[in-house]
């Protein structure tokens, strides 16, 4: 797993910088689009957590923001949640810049047999 923005050890905190004027939705688009798996995540989150393992199990190296160590980290949950149109924020995963959605959709596409096929075509497995 590759957490994203300023380092704390081996871990990092989603901080990128930016001014206060940036609408939270534009960059939750611009970090989805940033790498092929994006993951947004709490890190207490035991659904996150869940997810995060599945794509590591599957050989994925996702790109994960922990929005609570991030000091915006309610504005992109907030954003998030217009997203996927009210309920739970996290965790949500983009595929090759695009949503997937939350939890039920992400293990829905795994059962069904379309979220390898769609990591394939992201270029996050080669398998």
């Not at 794509?55 to 309610?74: A, H, I, Q, S, W």
């Not at 595929?95 to 096929?117: C, E, F, Q, Y």
């Amino acid at each position: 797993m590759h957490y994203q923005a300023e380092s704390y050890g081996n871990y990092y905190a989603s901080t990128v910088r930016q001014s206060a004027a940036v609408d939270p939705l534009e960059r939750v688009v611009r970090l989805a689009s940033g790498s092929a798996v994006v993951i947004f995540s709490l890190s207490t989150c035991c659904m996150c957590h869940a997810v995060k393992r599945l794509f590591c199990g599957m050989g994925v190296n996702p790109t994960v923001y922990e929005l609570d160590l991030d000091p915006r980290g309610k504005e992109i949950e907030r954003a998030l949640m217009r997203l996927l149109g009210g309920g739970s924020s996290v965790p949500v995963v983009f595929i090759g810049g695009k949503l997937v959605g939350a939890m039920d959709r992400v293990m829905a596409s795994h059962i069904n047999g379309t979220l390898v096929p769609l990591l394939k075509e992201a270029g996050a497995l080669w398998l």
